[in-house]
T-cell receptor
Framework: KNEVEQSPQNLTAQEGEFITINCSYS?????LHWLQQHPGGGIVSLFM???GKKKHGRLIATINIQEKHSSLHITASHPRDSAVYIC???????????FGTGTSLTVIP | DTGVSQNPRHKITKRGQNVTFRCDPI?????LYWYRQTLGQGPEFLTY????????KSRLLSDRFSAERPKGSFSTLEIQRTEQGDSAMYLC??????????????FGPGTRLLVL
């Protein structure tokens, strides 16, 4: 069993739709990252969260520490949002990262 | 370009050969991370440095893997006696932080390794 589970694994949406990607984890963490990986491998860090909610443009990330759950929301989705979105957690017991397997998002014009 | 760079971008080698990858972080960053990513999977943490000190190594990093950051700037990751299971994308990331890990990291483009 992975320490970090993401859902859905694959997601296809029409342009303009509101998108939610979920991340659940089973370990105690100090922080959680949402990453975006484009075809070809380039990875961009979107958010780092330890509590509450963060917003950047059309992206919103929330985390509920008690429920060990985080969500990434994309409002007014656009084809350029098509990418793999990866959740990563940092353990609170030491310097270890665990990554989810990613959610592959395709936004159709 | 002042981002993280990695060389080579692609490497094809025969099983049993040694390979070395290089990562040049963003110049003022004190932390440097190595990850491995296989197709369809998320990245796996391998190791990280703070300046020249290697502070953490994953159990995934077998004896055939060694990483160095001799002057606290660029880093090398060497794989000895490569195996087909080593085929993956090797990603490097850098950051600046004086506190516990968890800061925003900046990723390089990766080195894709294929072991035949």
């Amino acid at each position: 069993k992975n320490e970090v589970e993401q859902s859905p694994q694959n997601l296809t949406a029409q342009e303009g739709e509101f998108i939610t990607i979920n991340c659940s984890y089973s370990v105690g963490i100090s922080a959680l990252h949402w990453l975006q990986q484009h075809p070809g491998g380039g990875i961009v860090s979107l958010f780092m969260l330890s509590s509450g909610k963060k917003k950047h443009g059309r992206l919103i990330a929330t985390i509920n520490i008690q429920e060990k759950h985080s969500s990434l929301h994309i409002t007014a989705s656009h084809p350029r949002d098509s990418a793999v979105y990866i959740c990563a957690v940092i353990l609170n017991t030491g310097n270890q990262f665990y990554f989810g397997t990613g959610t592959s998002l395709t936004v159709i014009p | 370009d002042t981002g993280v760079s990695q060389n080579p971008r692609h490497k094809i080698t025969k099983r049993g050969q040694n390979v070395t990858f290089r990562c040049d972080p963003i110049s003022e960053h004190n932390r440097l991370y190595w990850y491995r990513q296989t197709l369809g999977q998320g990245p796996e943490f391998l190791t990280y440095f703070q300046n020249e000190a290697q502070l953490e190594k994953s159990r995934l990093l077998s004896d055939r893997f060694s990483a160095e950051r001799p002057k606290g700037s660029f880093s090398t990751l060497e794989i000895q006696r490569t195996e087909q299971g080593d085929s993956a994308m090797y990603l490097c990331a850098s950051s600046f932080s004086l506190g516990p890990i968890g800061e925003t990291q900046y990723f390089g483009p990766g080195t894709r390794l294929l072991v035949l």
